[in-house]
């Protein structure tokens, strides 16, 4: 199938590791793309959790049609406002204080996280400023069975008022002055692939059934597996960048080695179904409403 939508599409797919990441050529994503690019950009997007196209000149409505093909988008992000006129985007702008080099996989903090997120690299530092992802899928199948099992079990609560918000958020008040919780399976199955995968990030607070000092613990076990080097892939960014990925199945630093230098994106996201754990248990909220933001617009 893979080689018949290659053929059939022009689109090419060039893995850039043994584990994790692709770069795709013959993709205009402004343009006018058949049912079977967009297919075979799918494929490759859900066989290498996150895959890069050079040198595209997208405004808000080519982004926003371009992602659109993949599913309905969410809202622009359930804290921060999005820029008049266009309620599907999150700017990414170092001049706002926006930061995120810390571990996680994005809004972990409700019930439904986004499936797929596309972020358009508009300005990018001289030096520095690279993003790194990890496949959580390969980190799971590489942890011993018996830890498998054992975190198969596992549920943790996942908070907006966490570790990672620290140091990556400047106006910190703000962004947890409404909290939000949600309960999610450690491991959770996804929806299209059946694969298996670690549901951890900087947002994870606690595991449900267990003292704080054991949480720490059991989430640092399992997050070390996650951002082993053999799990990830570093992409250095050039303006006209996108980046495309697979926020049910990965995990990302953004690295904050520019100083003050702009830094700037802009990302849409695709609205997921609620994850669900191995033993069929989907996740919950617990705190705060953003059914807004997930149910998202056509």
């Known amino acids: ?10 689109v090419t797919v060039t893995a850039l590791t043994g584990n994790v990441g692709a770069v795709i050529g013959g993709v205009d994503a402004a343009g006018t793309l058949s049912d079977e690019t967009i297919a075979r950009i799918r494929a490759a997007l859900l066989q290498y959790k996150v895959v890069f ?48 080099n ?38 799971y199948a590489s942890m011993p069975a018996e830890l498998r099992q054992f975190a198969d079990q596992l549920r943790i609560v996942h908070s907006n008022d966490c570790d990672f918000t620290d140091d990556t958020v400047i106006e910190r008040g703000a962004y947890i002055s409404t909290p939000y919780e949600a309960e999610h399976p450690a491991v959770r199955v996804h929806p299209e692939t059946g694969e298996r995968s670690l549901l951890l990030g900087g947002f994870a607070r606690r595991v449900v059934g267990y003292a704080p000092q054991a949480s720490r613990d ?15 892939v570093r992409w250095q960014w050039r303006v006209g960048d996108i980046a495309i990925w697979d926020n049910q199945a990965t995990a ?35 705190r705060g409403d953003t059914s807004a933001y997930s149910t998202g617009r056509d």
């Open 252 to 286: 990302h630093y953004a690295i904050y080695d520019y100083g003050n230098q702009y830094r700037r994106g802009e990302r849409v996201t695709v609205v997921a179904p609620t994850p669900v754990g191995v033993d069929g248990r989907p996740s919950v909220a617990l």
């Open 1 to 10: 199938m893979t080689e018949t939508l290659q053929a059939q599409t022009g």
């Open 102 to 139: 810390h571990w996680h996989t994005d809004v972990t903090f409700i019930e439904r996280p986004p499936a797929f997120a596309f972020l358009h690299s508009k300005v990018i530092p001289p030096v520095g400023g690279d993003t790194v992802w990890a496949n959580a899928a390969t980190a």
């Open 53 to 100: 196209l050079r040198d595209q000149d997208l405004d808000y409505t080519a982004q926003t049609a371009f992602a659109s093909r993949f599913g309905k988008l969410t809202l622009g992000h359930p804290i921060y406002d999005a820029p008049e006129g266009r309620p599907n985007l999150r700017e990414m702008d170092s001049k706002q204080g926006t930061r995120a």
């Open 218 to 232: 059991l989430i640092r076990v399992m997050q070390e597996y996650l951002t082993k080097p053999e799990h990830t």
